[in-house]
């Protein structure tokens, strides 16, 4: 069992899915930023293509998406995400290969799968690809056969579907409705047509959840054996995300039975067969992300923790976030001022920075901690936190070899906080962020 240490948790912190966070993203200085770093580019280059629409929208989301009900809307989106397509390869040096192609969202079946097929078929067209990895995020409510036939058929191998609860009264109090039979019918599908590592992300401190909700949702979880789990702590931020308002803050767990559930969680999924991957993540064994876990290659990036080695991931799609050695780049968010840009064949990276040797050396110690792997803290040049890591250590949360902190299975659930006391932009800006458990 994870000792709990409530005052090692009180400080909300980022899920630091990049370094330096969107958070210390600013206004780009001129439009030469985006284009450059493509120009730049060598070897493996991985897409990520961002769909930012959905058939309904979930009250806890924090995605950049809206409602899939405008089809002109929807229509004129996807003629401008082909059109980056066709500029961003044009301007790739073509010693780059695409090794991964991503669709997120949003849910990507939120479009209609002959759009997918067209726009994947820009991609493979456009770019010089080597047998890439494909994957897509989907949402099973509104998957259908012939998703799974055109997902199959595509070459995609991995899925990740949006399951959160099985409980049917936590469903309806989070505005995500999606029957048992409907996941099954969805898993089935992915199963027949080919797909081989399909992840479920879950949820835990959603309102009125108690243990016996999330074991309920964990064993059958267990029993339709997804290749990859993703455990997230649900992050009530209404200030930042209204869509939460209707969301009852007064059903929602407390810290205390917040860790209990990610704790719990851990347990049993580790008894199931799972091996755990960073601080909220499991795979069985067989799969690849379990083996970059084991081996010590596990990255993270803005999809969350990656098997995926390239250095180099470029974003396309409104807000789609590309991420480069020395720069992160952001897109226009606003779907309508995206389109305008590529109108005038224009890349539309509008915000991010440029990282420093420091925010690098920083990047690496902070993904190591993340991925739950020893870290050479000789990396920093600059003063190291130790005062502030002591009572981690003194608690037996992590320890010190040398120039190495080494984690233990205990320093999971304070992964994030102790990344944080590497991160010297973390004073400014604490409010945006949420619970470190
Ligand atoms: S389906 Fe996913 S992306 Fe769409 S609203 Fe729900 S949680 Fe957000």
Redesign the pocket.
């Known amino acids: 069992m994870w000792p709990y240490h409530p005052d090692l948790l009180d400080r909300a912190v980022p899920r630091y899915t990049s370094f330096p966070t969107a958070a210390e993203f600013r206004p780009l200085p001129g439009d030469d930023m985006l284009p450059d770093a493509i120009a730049a580019c060598d070897g493996d280059v991985s897409l990520y293509l961002h769909i930012p ?6 009250w ?4 950049n ?1 809206g409602a899939a009900n405008k089809a002109q809307r929807l229509s004129a989106y996807l003629d401008a995400l082909m059109h980056e397509v066709t500029l961003v390869a044009g301007q790739l040096p073509d010693r780059c290969r695409v090794a991964r192609i991503a669709f997120g ?3 990507p079946n ?1 479009i209609a799968p002959i759009a997918y097929v067209r726009l994947l078929d820009r991609v493979l067209t456009a770019f010089s690809t080597h047998a890439p990895v494909i994957s897509v ?1 989907l ?1 099973p ?1 509104g998957f259908t056969e012939e998703w799974a036939q055109v997902l199959g058929a595509t070459g995609v191998t991995n899925v990740s579907l ?1 399951v ?1 609860t099985f409980d049917s009264a936590i469903q309806e109090r989070i ?2 409705v999606q029957p048992l039979a409907m996941i099954e019918h969805a898993v089935g599908g992915l199963r027949r047509h080919g797909v081989r590592s399909i992840n479920f992300d879950l949820m835990y401190g959603l309102p009125g959840q108690g243990m016996d909700g999330l074991d309920a949702t964990l064993a059958t979880t267990i029993d339709m054996a997804p290749e990859r789990i993703a455990l997230f702590g649900y992050a009530h931020v209404p200030h930042l995300l209204p869509r939460q308002r209707r969301i009852d803050a007064s059903a929602l767990p407390d810290q205390a039975m917040r860790f209990a559930m990610a704790a719990r969680g851990y347990e049993t999924l580790r008894a199931a067969g799972y091996e755990a991957v960073g601080f909220d993540h499991f795979a069985l064994p067989h799969d690849p992300m379990a083996a970059a876990a084991r081996e010590g290659t596990l990255r993270r990036n803005f999809q969350g923790f990656t098997d995926d080695q390239a250095e180099r991931l470029i974003g396309l799609g409104a807000s789609a976030i590309s991420i480069f050695p020395d720069r992160i780049i952001q897109n226009e968010k606003n779907a309508g001022r995206y389109r305008m840009r590529l109108s005038q064949d224009q890349l539309t990276g509008t915000l991010g920075l440029m990282r420093s040797r420091d925010d690098r050396d920083r990047g690496m110690v902070i993904e190591d901690i993340l991925c739950a792997r020893p870290t050479d803290l000789s990396q920093i040049s600059g003063a190291l936190p130790m005062t502030a890591l002591e009572p981690f250590i003194e608690r037996g949360l992590a320890r010190i070899d040398g120039d190495l902190l080494i984690p233990t299975d205990a320093t999971r659930p304070y992964a994030r906080s102790i990344a944080a006391l590497f991160d010297p932009y973390r004073a400014q800006t604490p409010q945006r962020f949420s619970s470190a458990v």
Do not use: H, K, M, V
């Open positions: 629409f959905c058939e309904q929208i979930c806890y989301c924090g995605c998406t969202g949003g849910s939120a995020e949402d409510r949006g959160q505005g995500r």
